[in-house]
């Protein structure tokens, strides 16, 4: 009887470490497919975190790079450019998508295509330099999935 108490215990305190970590939310993300002769995939998400903070990295086995690009809108949203550091408001979504700040799988290993999924990593940083890293599965799909 011992033994259980302390492993629902345990499971009790891994619970609320797991709660106290889970910060930012990654939702409705999607990856659009690639041509068999491109290099690179877009992918698109809706972020929402509680605190502010940043996105300083991302990476997928499905690339070599995963950067942050951002549509420039002085040019009519016909030219890109990568960003360093995304920043997440507190309590404001922030959508990455086609025309404004979005993720782009970069040197991709082979095609992206329609009815598969990718994985990608996000790791966050605080204003306190606590880092969190989210894991997102992102269909693979020519619009936006339902």
Not at 70 to 89: C, F, N, P, R, Y
Not at 90 to 97: F, I, P, R
Request: charged share 25%; proline share 5%.
């Amino acid at each position: 009887m011992k033994l259980l108490r302390k492993i629902a215990l345990l499971v009790l305190v891994e619970a609320c470490f797991v709660t106290a970590r889970a910060q930012v939310i990654a939702t409705e993300a999607w990856v659009r497919p690639s041509d068999p002769n491109e290099r690179s995939a877009p992918v698109y998400m809706r972020l929402l975190s509680p605190k502010d903070t940043k996105l300083i990295s991302a990476r997928s086995t499905s690339a070599e790079a995963v950067e942050v690009h951002e549509m420039d809108l002085d040019t009519g949203g016909k030219a890109m450019h990568s960003v360093v550091d995304l920043q997440l408001q507190a309590g404001k979504t922030l959508e990455l998508k086609s025309d404004g700040y979005h993720l782009m799988l970069t040197d991709i290993k082979k095609p992206i295509r329609a009815g598969f999924e990718v994985q990608i990593t996000l790791i966050f940083q605080n204003a306190d330099g606590a880092r969190e890293v989210v894991y997102v599965h992102a269909p693979v799909s020519s619009t936006k999935p339902k």
